[in-house]
């Protein structure tokens, strides 16, 4: 994900084969955060100028880091 400070960006996590829950966490606050938005969904903002990695994982300990970049 690329974004600007400021900008919101919506990511959604699309797995049809399972019906998991899902969390997020960002590898840094200062840069972008992360917040539910539904089931499978979440709201990544952008704080300030950086790299980070929000890393989504599900209830079985399967994760996937997507990385974030805010100018």
């Known amino acids: ?3 600007m400070v400021g ?3 919506n990511l959604t996590v699309e797995e049809p084969r399972y019906h ?3 969390s997020a966490s960002s590898s840094n606050d ?3 955060t ?3 938005n539904g089931p499978s969904a979440f709201v990544v903002s952008a704080v300030g100028v950086g790299s980070c990695v929000i890393l989504i994982s ?3 300990g399967n994760s996937v880091p997507v990385p974030v ?3």
């Open 69 to 71: 970049v805010v100018n």
């Open 30 to 32: 200062l840069v972008a």
């Open 7 to 9: 900008q919101n960006q």
């Open 1 to 3: 994900i690329s974004m």
């Open 58 to 60: 599900d209830n079985r």
């Open 20 to 22: 998991n829950s899902f």
């Open 34 to 36: 992360v917040a539910v």
